[in-house]
Nanobody, 128 residues
Framework: QVQLVESGGGLVQPGDSLRLSCAAS????????MGWFRQAPGKEREFVAA????????DYADSVKGRFTISRDNAKNTVFLQMNSLKPDDTAVYYC?????????????????????WGQGTQVTVAS
């Protein structure tokens, strides 16, 4: 089993940066594909970024490509989302998720239905 706790959200101005962290407990973290999703009010949960168990492969939604970076530290059981050049459209609750014992092919990680474990979310608000 994996338990996930996000942190690092907050209120920032357009153009600012934030770094989200997701601390995981459980022995299967290092073998899990990790993803970040977000959900704005009245909208469906959408894929933001994903990273393979080794950290060697990553993928991003087009809307954040070039601005966000996902990374992980398996020694510390933590995955990060560095968010730069934030825009008001990035305002949402950001969720960390894990899917265990799967590779990083086939783009399954775009779908929230494929993830076994979820954090409680952290609010990110971008406003002037």
């Amino acid at each position: 089993q994996v338990q996930l706790v996000e942190s690092g959200g907050g209120l920032v101005q357009p153009g600012d940066s934030l770094r989200l962290s997701c601390a995981a407990s459980g022995r299967t973290f290092s073998s899990s594909t990790m993803g970040w999703f977000r959900q704005a009010p009245g909208k469906e949960r959408e894929f933001v970024a994903a990273i393979s168990w080794s950290g060697g492969s990553t993928d991003y939604a087009d809307s954040v490509k070039g601005r966000f970076t996902i990374s992980r530290d398996n020694a510390k059981n933590t995955v990060f989302l560095q968010m730069n050049s934030l825009k008001p459209d990035d305002t949402a609750v950001y969720y960390c998720a894990a899917v265990t014992n799967r590779g990083f092919s086939g783009s399954y990680y775009y779908s929230p239905k494929e993830y076994n474990y979820w954090g409680q979310g952290t609010q990110v608000t971008v406003a002037s």
